[in-house]
């Protein structure tokens, strides 16, 4: 089991950034990658953005590719998602996610754990 609790979400003016954060615990040496998602209303969720636990490798959806960065420290068990450039379409909850598989996951599918979600709101 793998336990995941995001923070960092607000309401922030377009163009603002914002930084989320999850933290894992439990059972963490079966992570290969930690991913983040988002939920809009009515909307399925969708993949943002993955990295592989040990190697750093990440992976982005194109509508938030040079705006956002993922990143993490193994240290503190933790994964980041920096969002820069903030526009109203970003509004969601966006959820953490971990995958104990070695392909690199971007489908929810993939994933075997997730937070509760933090919610991100940017105001035009």
């Known amino acids: 089991q793998v336990q995941l609790v995001e923070s960092g979400g607000g309401l922030v003016q377009a163009g603002g950034s914002l930084r989320l954060s999850c933290a894992a615990s439990?059972?963490?040496?079966?992570?290969?990658?930690m991913g983040w998602f988002r939920q809009a209303p009515g909307k399925e969720r969708e993949f943002v953005a993955t990295?592989?636990?040990?190697?750093?490798?990440?992976y982005y959806a194109d509508s938030v590719k040079g705006r956002f960065t993922i990143s993490r420290d193994n240290a503190k068990n933790t994964v980041y998602l920096q969002m820069n450039s903030l526009k109203p379409e970003d509004t969601a909850v966006y959820y953490c996610?971990?995958?104990?598989?070695?392909?690199?996951?971007?489908?929810?599918?993939?994933?075997?754990?997730w937070g509760q979600g933090t919610q991100v709101t940017v105001s035009s």
């Open positions: 990295i592989s636990w040990n190697g750093g490798s990440t």
């Open positions: 439990g059972r963490t040496f079966n992570i290969y990658y």
């Open positions: 996610a971990e995958a104990s598989r070695r392909l690199v996951p971007r489908k929810a599918y993939e994933y075997d754990y």
